[in-house]
């Protein structure tokens, strides 16, 4: 990870370590760095970068800072408004933008924030771009051969615009209907849009498809994002499903680049139970590139199990979507995704895409005439424990000599019926520890040894 940004950009908890000053930079840069490319280049138009936001109340303000910091570069800064992350990657790729950020943190509550640049492939930014600006917000930039102590504003006719462009949220929503091959009707479907970004997307999808479509936490106010509601309180979505009789329920995260699913008896499908069911129905059809789903080290046991029953071959990468898209773009594969939903479908996107992994779901439910409870079963989850334990050092932490030794002690009595992972968050002061086995006795037993350890060794907050 670098000095400021982690495995899902900048984050951290708005205006403390993460400011308008942040944000204001970081469109100065951007906004000067790529106008520079492309005067280089020959072309002397302005940059062109897209930006999109959540619903939390501090997403205004980044906002402005993000336009504010580019059009005093000479860039041109397009406002998507409120919207999806993946909708901001799809419009960064399909209307030629040099580069585009997204202001979500994710899941996290309201008070936390994030800035999520994205290239022009729609992919996240390069780690060389990413160096250079944590560089300049260090005050030591060097790039194209020199030292850079300010970087130049523009002035005159150069000085950049903002442009309403909510037409390309509107374009992103006429995509994803144009995904949905079957009709929805006679379908009974709850969306929880987490009071987030997908409240004002996700349902006219549905609508669109023919679907009986319910609504719940789709009444943004700024602070209610994440709030009891979601893919990180998928419980919410488990109740109403069941007291309404509903066929199948869908959650998604604040920036809606997940999905989590309820099936029609109220249980929920993780991200592990997508990747098999699609996995498994593309196989079916000779659509599984290389017949491989790419997952996390954080899968579950019965996620590969299953898999192999299905004859289906598996790829484990870092946790992070970022790393199974990379995995997946440099072995050509179709799906990979995480437990926790992120689901990257190759042909269609370049990012996880909640909704998208919602229609494709439906797809498959449609298709086979099958229940969703039917085809989820058909994976057994091994029992998961997983600890995540604040600390004041995460690599100390997981590199502590007693840790590993109690981490290996575990793995060698667990054997080839469990597994046992420490590794650090990618976005939080965290350590996760995680343990499967046969029965969460056995789980929770190795895990909470784990945390003692880290606990007697002084590691913890």
């Not at 390309?168 to 929880?192: E, P, Q, T, V």
């Not at 870092?318 to 995995?327: I, L, N, R, T």
């Not at 057994?380 to 100390?396: F, G, H, I």
Request: hydrophobic share 35%.
């Amino acid at each position: 990870m670098g000095r400021y940004f982690g495995t899902d950009g900048f984050r951290g908890t708005a205006n403390e370590n993460l400011t308008a000053d942040h944000a204001y930079k970081i469109g100065r840069f951007i906004g000067w760095y790529y106008g520079e490319l492309k005067k280089q280049a020959g072309d002397d138009s302005p940059a062109r970068i897209v930006i999109g936001k959540d619903t939390r109340r501090s997403s205004y303000m980044f906002e402005y800072s993000l336009a504010g910091g580019l059009t005093a570069s000479g860039a041109d800064a397009y406002l998507l408004h409120v919207t999806t992350t993946p909708s901001v990657a799809y419009i960064a790729r399909t209307d030629q933008f040099d580069c585009a950020v997204m202001i979500s943190a994710s899941h996290n509550p309201y008070y936390d924030n994030g800035l999520k640049l994205i290239n022009s492939n729609g992919e996240k930014m390069p780690d060389d771009v990413i160096g250079l600006i944590e560089d300049y917000l260090d005050g030591k930039l060097n790039v194209f051969g020199k030292d850079w102590n300010e970087l130049p504003f523009a002035t005159g006719d150069k000085i950049g615009r903002s442009v309403d462009y909510v037409s390309g949220r509107n374009r992103y929503i006429g995509y994803l209907i144009s995904l949905g091959i079957y009709s929805f009707r006679g379908m009974k479907i709850a969306l929880d849009c987490a009071n987030g970004a997908a409240w004002n997307i996700a349902r006219s999808v549905f609508d669109a498809l023919g679907a009986e479509t319910h609504i719940i936490n789709a009444s943004p106010n700024g602070i209610n994002i994440n709030n009891n509601a979601g893919s990180t309180h998928i419980n919410v979505l488990q109740k109403y499903v069941v007291e309404n009789n509903l066929d199948a329920g869908f959650a998604y995260d604040g920036d809606a680049d997940r999905c989590l699913c309820v099936d029609d008896k109220g249980n929920v499908v993780t991200g592990d139970h997508i990747l098999y069911i699609y996995g498994k129905y593309m196989k079916e059809r000779d659509k599984l590139m290389n017949n491989t789903v790419v997952a996390t080290v954080m899968s579950n046991f019965g996620l590969f199990r299953a898999l192999d029953d299905a004859g289906i071959g598996y790829a484990k990468t870092a946790v992070g979507d970022k790393y199974v898209y990379e995995y997946m773009k440099a072995n050509n594969c179709s799906i990979g995704g995480e437990q926790s939903g992120h689901i990257i479908f190759a042909k269609y996107a370049s990012t996880g895409d909640g909704i998208l992994t919602s229609l494709k779901i439906m797809q498959v439910i449609m298709s086979k005439k099958r229940k969703l409870s039917e085809l989820a079963s058909e994976m057994k989850v091994y029992p998961q424990v997983l600890e995540n334990v604040r600390v004041k050092d995460k690599s100390a932490a997981q590199n502590d000599p007693d840790v590993q030794k109690a981490v290996e002690k575990a793995s060698q009595e667990l054997g080839s019926s469990g597994r046992m992972l420490v590794r650090e968050s990618g976005t939080e002061p965290v350590i996760r520890v995680m343990a499967e086995a046969e029965n969460e006795e056995i789980c929770r037993m190795h895990v909470n040894n784990i945390v003692n350890v880290l606990a007697e060794k002084g590691h913890t907050v």
